[in-house]
């Protein structure tokens, strides 16, 4: 995985280390060929990431650098997916520890 200018809250390994672990599920709003649908997926956040982005440099070998004024990071993807499943499945509530109102533009499964 090469992250050129982009920070951890960007990075698609730990987006699907998400899909991944058991989650809570929500439905969303989205465009669909005949309009508007209600789709039910899987709730993700990444609000977090980039203290696991932290936590995974200081745990492996991230090769750091820079491309003209952008900072770059470098590091094998399976790496990454297994190091953030381990880690959100730990710190990641189960469906069943929600509680309050959801989040935004999102609607708990019920």
């Known amino acids: 995985m090469l992250l050129l200018g982009a920070g951890y809250d960007s990075c698609t390994s730990f987006h699907l280390a998400e899909y991944r672990i058991p989650s809570p599920?929500?439905?969303?709003?989205?465009?669909g060929p005949d309009g508007w649908e209600v789709v039910t997926e899987v709730s993700i956040d990444s609000d977090r990431f980039d203290e696991l982005g932290y936590d995974f440099e200081r745990d492996h070998g991230v090769v750091r650098g820079k491309a003209g004024a952008a900072d770059v990071r470098l590091f094998p993807v399976a790496d990454a997916v297994a190091y953030a499943e381990r880690r959100l499945e730990s710190h990641r509530p189960r469906e069943e520890e929600i509680s309050g109102p959801a989040r935004l533009g999102t609607r708990p499964r019920t």
Do not use: T
Not at 25 to 31: A, C, H, Q, S
């Open 25 to 31: 599920l929500v439905e969303v709003g989205r465009p």
